[in-house]
């Protein structure tokens, strides 16, 4: 499936925890994924430059690769709930919404049983009744500061720039592993977290009590 999310605000968070603090450091998030291509490629990439990551999962991914979501724990990433088929859940009904965030939870759980599942990100950023249902779940719903709309390849070298000039302290930036072709997002990321780390910036992740943890 392609990505896709509101347009009516285009990088406008529609949840609150958007941010992870006001100190000069960032949290990297990707949706959408597994990705039997993309999603090795990044992994490589993030641990190429010791940053951690949120990867949140879409259940039907999960579910063809296994294999994926047991090497993103492996590798010392997050892991958040994006829906079981990354519908619209603007509309659901909390039961509805419950259902459906239950049955992703159990798929990526007999990936890695014991790996914690704090965070959720609705898809689209088409939130509804979602926050307070995932709240009730024990899951954090985490929306973005910053969207670079890699959604719609613009090319790597200008994804670097949307990343490099619209960080800000503590912000949350949404980008993609899966969904599509992400071999841009790759590329990208794999170009800006050096010049962002000498210039004093570091990636951490958001813990599910407002804490952040990284390194």
Known sequence: MTARHS????????CPEATIGTDRVLCLTFDDGPHPVHTPRLLDVLAAHDVPAVFFLQGDQAASHPDLVRRIVAAGHALGNHSMHHDDMSDWTP?????????????????????????????????????????????????????V???????????????TEGVTPG????????????????????L???PLLADGWRFALPAPTGASTGR
């Not at 609705?122 to 719903?141: D, F, H, I, K």
């Not at 949350?172 to 990321?189: I, K, M």
């Open 149 to 163: 709309t890699d959604w719609v390849p613009p090319g790597t070298d200008e994804l670097a720039r949307r990343l």
């Open 192 to 194: 800006v977290i050096p």
């Open 171 to 190: 912000a949350v930036v949404l980008l993609h592993d899966g969904g599509g072709d992400r071999s841009q997002t790759v590329d990208a990321v794999d």
């Open 95 to 147: 039961g509805r919404i419950a259902s459906d965030l239950l049955e992703t939870n159990a798929v990526i759980r007999r990936a890695v049983p014991q790996a914690p599942l704090p965070y959720f990100r609705a898809p689209y950023g088409a939130w509804g009744q979602s926050p307070t249902v995932a709240t009730a779940l024990g899951m954090r719903p985490m929306g973005w500061q910053l969207a």
């Open 7 to 14: 347009s009516s605000m285009p990088g406008v968070p529609a």
